[in-house]
Structure formats: C-alpha cells, structure tokens
DNA sequence: AATGTGTTCAACCGCAGACTT
DNA sequence: AAAGTCTGCGGTTGAACACAT
C-alpha cells in the first residue's frame, strides 16, 4: 500500500500567508532545508498543508525571487520563450533567473497578451489575426478590384483563419465581382491557386520545416508550435515566387496605395520610411515582424520596414501604439465578429 | 464621497507523472 | 502489480487595489 495521506485537509488554514507565518516558515527552512513539504507544516509549527508551504516558498519567500516591474529585455524573453515553448512557464521562468513560474504566467496574462491582442497577433500561435481583418475595405480595395484576388490566398496565411470568415469572404468575392474580372486577365486568374499549391509542396520550406519540427513542440496549442517568425518566412517565400509575374507586381502596387490610402499607415509616420513601387521593399515592409514579437534585437532590420522605426522608439508606449496602428483592423457593423472567434 | 468597473497577482484547485509501500 | 502519496505544473479564482464616473 501507499504512504499515509499528506494532510488532513480539514481544519488547515488556507488563504493570505500572514507576517508571523512567513516568519515560521522562512525560519525554519533556513535551519533545516524545506526537506519533505508534508512534514514541514508540523515541524514548523504552520497550520498549513505542505503544499501551501511550498508554493509560499517557491513564489513568494525565496530569497532569490527577483522582484519589481519586469525589464524589456525580460519580456522579449518571455516572448521569444513562449513562441517556441508555449505555456510552459516553468520551462520559460528556468530561462529568466529570479523569476517564478507563476510570477511569468501573470504577467503574460495581464500585460503581454492583451498587448498582443491589441497589436492583433493571437498570443497563442503568435500569427497575425487575419479573422480580425475589416473584410470589407479589403474586398473593396483597389487591390481586389485590379485582381479579384483572394486576400488570405495573396497572403499565403491559411492557419489562424476561421474557416467560416473566409467562406464568407469568399462568397462575398464571387457574389459581388462575379462577371467582373472573370476575364480580365487569364494567367493572373490561376494565381492564386498555384500560391497555395506552393506553400504545401515547395521544397524551398523543407528546411524551414525541419527547423521547426527540431524545436520543441508547443502542447497547449492546437497545431504544431510554427512559430510566427515560421510563418513569416513562408508567406514571405510564397510571395518572393510572384514578383517576376507582372499582374502581380500591379497588386504589389495597388496594396500599398491602398495601404496609404486606408491609412493602414500612422499619418505621423508616412515621412520615416519612403513609399516604394519595389516589391521586395514592401513585401519586406508587410512581412517584417516588429522586434517585439520574435525576433532578436541583435538581427539586422532591413531599412525601409516598420520594425526600423520600432526599434528607434525610445519607449513602450511607443512601440505599443505603433504595433497598434499597424494592426489595428476596424470591424465592419453588420459584421459581429464574435461569431469568428476562436 | 460614493459607487461602479477594470486590473493585478497571490493563492488555490485539479491533474499527471514520479515515486513509495 | 497495484494502490496510494508526493511533487510540480498550468489554469483559474477572488480579494485588494486603482481608476473613472
């Protein structure tokens, strides 16, 4: 048979550790070593269960547990950690000395991820939420007006949709454009189609792929952890393959207009990066992930992207707003977005 | 000043795997 | 081998506090 039961539940205190019990419990693992937490409330005199003892100690009492607002460079940790480990925080709070599980997982709840969300990345997958996107200034742009184009297709981001929203946007697109474009342009008609096949059988992702499948696996989330970063390099990748064909150079051209003229683009910040008609610079531009999701702020930052600006920002709040701007989607009224979400 | 609302974070709960008997 | 405990972990809660009206 077992051991005896840990404790007797029934008449320990729960609750806020008062001074004097800090002080017995501080006291006595100084003299003896926290040794078996079930014993240690009954040597130390605490009417506690051992493990009220323990989580005490280990998010509270330590002596070692820094404490006070988390740095920057703390939270691009955490970040980067958590793009690739996902919840596992005591994986993440083994990597940030002085800091507990716990204290990690707060933080992460009340400050990064609601960061995130209003910079709309999903703090889970750290993609981009295209479910967010206002559909209708996209289906109505110039962009979908020159090409008909299925946005989430151009983009190359299928996970992290909802299926249902881009059904939707679909029959949107077929319904209302239906005699339009249909012959505008034969070899661009085809486009899309040929993107997606890409992206599920390009040998130019097999490294990528490995380089994901090699890192560990995110488990709290619904598919493998390819990380944001991933992602990028993909899309990125998918759209490098199209910019010798000449329709698409004209919907490069026709996105980045619109991208101004929807003001997608902060107005005080037109003048800090110079508008272009050269793909690679706006693909760059689309695809660069701001330093405060993923990417190390030891990379190199392409000039003319909106992470150059980001990292020049001399504050949080800076960046916060920035990031907010870039990803602030406007959800259409007749559309309750809540139906969406995951 | 009173009340309502939002935010923070210490502490609890329940689960799973390791361990003991 | 089986039954039960121990430990650590991640998710969740709710009291305390801050801020807005």
């Known amino acids: 048979m077992g051991r005896a039961p840990c404790c007797d539940k029934n008449g320990l205190k729960k609750g806020p550790w ?64 958590h793009s690739v480990l996902g919840n596992k925080w005591s994986a993440i709070a083994a990597r940030l000395s002085g800091r507990t599980d716990n204290e990690i997982k707060n933080y992460w709840n009340t ?17 981009p939420r295209i479910d967010l996107l206002d559909l209708s200034s996209l289906l109505n742009s110039s962009l979908y007006n020159t ?25 949107l697109l077929s319904s209302q454009c239906q005699n339009q474009n249909q012959n505008q342009n034969p070899e661009f008609s085809s486009f899309p189609q040929n993107l997606q096949e890409n992206q599920l059988y390009n040998p130019k992702f097999e490294d990528l792929q490995t380089e994901v499948q090699e890192h560990p696996v ?11 970063l991933y992602e ?83 504050t949080e709040d800076e960046k916060d707003s920035f990031c907010s701007n870039i990803f602030k989607f406007e959800i259409p009224d007749a559309l309750d977005t809540n139906d969406f979400l995951y």
């Open 18 to 81: 008062t001074p004097e019990e800090d002080l017995k419990l501080i006291d006595y693992i100084k003299k003896h070593g926290h040794g078996s937490w079930r014993t240690l409330p009954k040597n130390a005199g605490l009417d506690r269960c051992g493990k009220s003892c323990r989580l005490r100690w280990t998010n509270y009492l330590r002596p070692d547990i820094k404490r006070g607002r988390f740095s920057f460079e703390e939270e691009e940790t955490i970040i980067q950690l």
């Open 111 to 127: 400050h990064i991820r609601k960061r995130l969300l209003r910079m709309g990345i999903d703090p889970i997958t750290h993609s």
């Open 147 to 171: 090409s008909q184009l299925n946005v989430s297709t151009l983009l190359g981001i299928q996970s992290g949709v909802n299926p249902e929203l881009l059904r939707l946007a679909t029959t």
């Open 218 to 228: 995110c488990t709290t989330s619904t598919r493998p952890c390819d990380t944001f």
């Open 232 to 314: 990028t390099k993909i899309m990125k990748t998918n759209v490098e393959q199209y910019q010798s064909n000449p329709t698409f150079n004209l919907c490069c051209q026709s996105l980045q207009s619109t991208m101004w003229q929807d003001n997608v683009v902060p107005e005080e910040l037109r003048g800090k990066f110079i508008p272009t008609t050269d793909q690679s610079s706006l693909i760059d531009s689309l695809f660069d992930v701001p330093s405060v999701l993923s990417t190390p702020s030891s990379s190199p930052t392409p000039l003319n992207s909106f992470s150059t600006y980001i990292n020049s920002s001399t």
